[in-house]
């Protein structure tokens, strides 16, 4: 049942969905990646805060 097997598979391989709708993850070009980090950990600490 070869076939049978591979057809399985064919419709349950694991798939990722990802979209970046405002900002890139990795920041923008043009500015430096440590104060992007520290800038959106900030925000990040905000926000939970905020929505507690």
């Known amino acids: 049942m ?3 097997d591979e057809g399985l ?5 694991a798939r ?3 979209v ?3 900002l890139p ?6 500015k430096p990646k440590e ?3 520290s800038a959106l950990s ?3 600490k905000l ?3 905020v929505l507690r």
């Open 25 to 30: 993850i990795s920041g923008p070009p043009e």
């Open 9 to 13: 598979l064919k419709y349950t391989e």
């Open 47 to 49: 926000g939970k805060r």
């Open 2 to 4: 070869v076939h049978a």
């Open 35 to 37: 104060k992007y980090v």
């Open 20 to 22: 970046q709708r405002v």
């Open 42 to 44: 900030t925000a990040l």
């Open 16 to 18: 990722t969905v990802a």
